[in-house]
């Protein structure tokens, strides 16, 4: 069964798809769009309804609790390289950044750049897997699936925080 819920992350509609087998959940899709729009994505139903572990994590993330994300089942298929990539970008502390060029290296392949741009581009669990987290060496933030202003936010958003817990 397919599950969806959606809330307001930092300003911006935030959506996610979950598998539910037997109280077991499994973030399958997310993404900064309206959940409409995202159901329609899946050839089979998903039924919208809340899912208050998902907004735990989502909730902890807004107010600074990064470690939350890191914890989430999640699933998705991509081939060996792709695979490696989102290893990699899962394990981007919040408030750090990484570019392509070292995310290649640390993927396996040095020489993969584009590659590696091209797994962050497929990557369909944002935040859960914090592509946002990559940005081109020259400088700049870089591409991102939902638009230049929500990845700055979210970079904006998890440097202050803790920059913020630093100082208390």
């Known amino acids: 069964m397919l599950i969806g819920t959606e809330m307001n992350i930092l300003g911006f509609d935030f959506s996610v798809v979950a598998s539910s087998i037997k109280d077991e ?44 994300l890191n914890q989430v089942p999640l699933h998705q298929s991509g081939g060996l390289f792709t695979e490696k990539v989102w290893r990699e970008i899962s394990k ?55 638009g230049e202003k929500i990845k700055r936010t979210l970079l904006k958003h998890e440097h202050d925080m803790l920059h913020t817990q630093k100082l208390t």
């Open 25 to 68: 959940i499994k973030i399958i899709s997310s993404g900064f769009l309206p959940l409409g729009k995202m159901m329609r994505e899946f050839p089979e139903p998903v039924t919208k309804k809340p899912i208050s572990i998902i907004s735990k994590w989502l909730n902890a993330y807004q107010v600074g609790d990064f470690e939350g």
């Open 92 to 146: 981007i502390k919040a408030g750090q950044t990484m570019c392509y060029q070292e995310l290649a290296k640390r993927a396996g392949n040095s020489k993969a750049v584009r590659a590696a741009g091209t797994a962050c581009g497929r990557n369909n669990l944002p935040l859960f897997v914090p592509c946002h987290r990559i940005v081109p060496s020259a400088g700049g933030v870089g591409n991102y699936a939902f």
